[in-house]
């Protein structure tokens, strides 16, 4: 998922060197959902090892 983050950060940043501005906005703010779905994963997976322990 990180991974997805990534491309549609790139993506966002070259549609905004290119002046797209609303692809830009759109990729950036669907970076921002999967970088914090992903943050939400990692740390509920953190927790899950901690207390597996």
């Not at 940043?13 to 950036?28: D, K, L, R, T, Y």
């Not at 669907?30 to 939400?40: D, G, M, T």
Request: charged share 10%.
């Amino acid at each position: 998922m990180l991974r997805w983050t990534i491309i549609f950060l790139i993506v966002a940043i070259i549609a905004a060197i290119f002046g797209f501005g609303g692809i830009a906005a759109g990729a950036a703010s669907i970076a921002k959902i999967l970088f914090y779905i992903f943050l939400v994963l990692f740390i509920i997976g953190l927790i899950m090892r901690l207390a597996k322990r």
